[in-house]
DNA sequence: TTGTAAGCGTTATCAC
DNA sequence: GTGATAACGCTTACAA
């Protein structure tokens, strides 16, 4: 079967390559007869032509491909319910513009390079990168670059365009919920060490928020998560141990969903009761998290909408369009169940 | 910045471009004395060549892509684990392959047209999917275009190659381990519909370890799931209100452990003790299931070496080499924890 | 309003 | 062993 290519098209609509492009591709300029276009259409539609990507990208220099790329190590991927909940939005927006999603991981210190090879190769004409971390220098190279590049996620001080949730008034409207309901100690897990932004922010508001209530902030009862349930099953287990039978909290913070499920356990194998002894909030509304014993309440991510504003900025970039404000943030909403009971009396 | 083409290389090298070609595609036939090719490779790296994927996709007629199509609905995407369970295998081999993947989620009904697309366009070399259905005619496009294509999960019939379970030994064992503890009366809710093939075959494994063990096979308790948590917790709530209460069952098959947390939750929410008044096996081993309260039995699946064989084939199918063995078959675990409790008395 | 022709950066087929 | 030279299928000035 030979391939159709725009000359089979030009053809059978008795005009040249060009028209054919013109049309096909919906240039603005060049003025097209109503009558030509139509044939040029029927003609193509008529030969199921379908313009060959590889051709296309040599010559417009656009792959017409956006890349999304994670750096979290394998294990931590598979336990990770952001990607899926992010890609419906993502992917919908990339098919609007016609364009198409790559996928990619790479490897914790390759990423320089890895960036590099994909700037170079021009396989992709821009990316969305998940989770940044301050101090990264592989964006140093992005930067550079001028690689078309949007952050899922808040790096202060950098000129990436960024789509996020404000994680600091999240995490704030978390824990005055925990404080509304009289608990005066409060432990808090984050999602992650503190070199990930989401992670600082999510604890500043934590912060914030005791000393809003006129509420100590104690070291002892903070914990870093590290994005999997074991993570926090294991944080949990120590703040139990080293801390709760001496000085006991009434409620904690984790700052993440998946983190909260290992915690729970963890609260649970010591006998203790959510949210009798202890109530719990997370954060993410990640699927199962209405699922669980008890369902738990949590901070509500918009990740539809973050997974598209993502990808329309990007592509707004790539089109040379100008990003008025920089950086969104979206809104959260916490959604109330029932981990924390009812007012301590 | 001037991109580095081949032709720089060339020069620096004092070779051609073809030799340069030649070189870093490691071409079998052709003989370069070590000499040139370590000036070549020097020179390349010193520029810090990286070769145009367009041009390379285009010339050689490869793109050096491989697709992976999603045709769930964005809903069950979000809750779907397995994709990122997959994932890593999946891209771990498509980099050994010097190779990337690309992502896509079709509206069910698209389909047809969308493969056709992709296939046109050359933007992908292959496809994986995931998934199949019975009576899916958009895959008779894909076999009569001769795509290749390798499908995760099975397609009896068909003449794709394909990567699974054996899922109806799967269930079996499952179902022979609560046959094992003592329970005679085992309600089963599927994962999705007969429709799917992995669905149908886990149902079958119920029923041939009901039968092999000399138990009945009762239709009225049986439900079918649809991916989802949701339908766990109504085709359970379901089966408690109309068969529990009048003709009890000790035990539950839930074939996805998905569906299962919904089926759990309607289970305590009906003021039900789980493994006390009923038992339950799940399947797939998702990462929260050692979670859960309490943790979850279940079946293992050997998911990085799902996405790494699925990638590999259809690779080696690429590359026009002759795949013997058609359809593998990888073993499944079944994962003992503490929903299923004790030998009943 | 439409056509001509020159790239885009590779790979592949032959000669030498 | 290595090098011209012709594809590959499209876009895009520029000319008509």
New binding site residues.
């Given amino acids: 079967m030979k ?1 159709v ?3 089979d098209v030009a053809r059978k609509a ?9 049309v ?2 919906n ?1 603005q300029g ?4 109503e ?3 139509q044939r040029v259409l029927q003609s193509a539609n008529a030969l199921g ?1 379908v ?2 990507a590889a ?2 990208a ?3 220099r656009r792959a017409k491909i956006i890349g999304l790329v994670l750096t979290r190590s394998p294990h931590h991927i598979a336990s990770d319910t952001f990607l899926t909940q992010i890609l419906d939005g993502l992917i919908e927006v990339v098919h609007h513009y016609g364009m198409r999603l790559m996928i990619d991981l790479l490897e914790v210190g390759h990423q320089k390079e890895a960036y590099l090879q994909l700037f170079r190769a021009k396989r992709i004409d821009g990316l969305i990168l998940s989770g940044p971390r301050f101090q990264d220098d592989a964006l140093r190279v992005l930067e550079e670059l001028g690689f078309p590049t949007v952050l899922m996620g808040n790096l202060p001080n950098s000129n990436f365009c960024s789509v996020d949730v404000d994680n600091v008034s999240a995490a704030y409207k978390a824990v005055k919920h925990l404080i509304g309901l009289g608990h005066r100690r409060i432990a808090c897990i984050t999602n992650a060490d503190l070199s990930y932004t989401a992670a600082a922010d999510r604890l500043q508001g934590y912060r914030q928020a005791l000393q809003d209530a006129g509420l100590p902030y104690d070291e002892s009862i903070i914990r870093f998560g590290d994005f999997d349930p074991d993570s926090g099953y294991a944080q949990m287990e120590d703040l139990l141990e080293k801390v709760f039978f001496k000085e006991p909290f009434t409620a904690a913070f984790i700052a993440s969903d998946v983190v909260a499920l290992g915690a729970k356990a963890a609260i649970r194998d010591k006998g203790l009761c959510i949210p009798r002894d202890i109530a719990l909030v997370g954060f993410d509304d990640v699927p199962f998290s209405r699922y669980t014993d008890p369902p738990l309440t949590t901070i509500r991510l918009p990740s539809h909408d973050l997974g598209w504003n993502a990808g329309d900025r990007l592509i707004r970039m790539i089109n040379g369009e100008n990003i008025e404000d920089k950086h969104i943030l979206l809104e959260t909403e916490l959604v109330i169940r029932e981990s924390c009971g009812a007012h301590l009396n």
Same sequence: chains 1, 2.
Avoid: D, K
């Avoid at 008795?14 to 013109?22: A, D, K, N, Q």
């Avoid at 060049?30 to 007869?33: D, K, N, R, V």
């Fill in positions: 391939r290519t725009s000359q008795g005009v040249s390559r060009t028209t054919v492009s013109l096909l591709n240039v060049a003025q097209i007869s009558e030509t276009r032509y313009p060959e051709a296309q040599l010559a417009s």
